[in-house]
T-cell receptor, first 112, second 115 residues
Framework: DAKTTQPPSMDCAEGRAANLPCNHS???????VYWYRQIHSQGPQYIIHGLKNNETNEMASLIITEDRKSSTLILPHATLRDTAVYYCIVRVAKNAGNMLTFGGGTRLMVKP | GAVVSQHPSRVICKSGTSVKIECRSLDFQATTMFWYRQFPKQSLMLMAT?????????EQGVEKDKFLINHASLTLSTLTVTSAHPEDSSFYICSAGGLAAGVQYFGPGTRLTVT
């Protein structure tokens, strides 16, 4: 699996967009970028994933650079409930799922 | 998204006793489930892969005789911590996939405290 690099922590003002970067310069052509988050004392929550095109769902947007060496998760209007550790994971997609390797993630603190 | 439940959410047990944790996929079938462990201020670490109808696959350093995994049906996997000790105190989380390729859905976790 390709290694990812994320800043250890970030702050964001409530109501503003939170932009969380992830570097994955060794990503392979068949590897997807997945984003999960973990709110304190809860199990991780799937957010979004993509291969090369930008993706958007009800939770967030995922912007992947053209060379696929980095990506940004965007929470358009951060709320206090978005305070969590955000994990960027690069992995080949397989049917029936496959285990995930978690790095340190980015601890996002949304402040009033 | 898919729902995965865990029971119990929190358990306190005495040293030397065994504890069973259940992981259920509520609205989908999962041939494979995963068990993770998370110590305070650390990231999740995979313990084992649970395969329906066959033996679990354990990660290096995880004692298979201590952490017994049973995946008897497509919606239920159990993790039994045998002869628990205080160092087994941790947050145990299961996950299951199978809907969207590569996406895992996680349970809410079980906080185990061994006294």
């Amino acid at each position: 699996d390709a290694k990812t690099t994320q800043p250890p922590s970030m702050d964001c003002a409530e109501g503003r967009a939170a932009n969380l970067p992830c570097n994955h310069s060794t990503i392979s052509g068949n590897e997807y970028v997945y984003w999960y988050r973990q709110i304190h004392s809860q199990g991780p929550q799937y957010i979004i994933h993509g291969l090369k095109n930008n993706e958007t769902n009800e939770m967030a947007s995922l912007i992947i650079t053209e060379d696929r060496k980095s990506s940004t998760l965007i929470l358009p209007h951060a709320t206090l409930r978005d305070t969590a550790v955000y994990y960027c994971i690069v992995r080949v997609a397989k049917n029936a799922g496959n285990m995930l390797t978690f790095g340190g993630g980015t601890r996002l603190m949304v402040k009033p | 998204g898919a729902v995965v439940s865990q029971h119990p959410s929190r358990v306190i047990c005495k040293s030397g006793t065994s504890v069973k944790i259940e992981c259920r996929s509520l609205d989908f079938q999962a041939t494979t489930m995963f068990w993770y462990r998370q110590f305070p201020k650390q990231s999740l670490m995979l313990m084992a892969t649970s395969n329906e109808g066959s033996k679990a696959t354990y990660e290096q350093g995880v004692e298979k005789d201590k952490f017994l995994i049973n995946h008897a049906s497509l919606t239920l996997s159990t993790l039994t911590v045998t002869s628990a000790h205080p160092e087994d105190s941790s947050f145990y989380i299961c996950s299951a996939g199978g809907l969207a390729a590569g996406v895992q859905y996680f349970g809410p976790g079980t906080r185990l405290t061994v006294t």
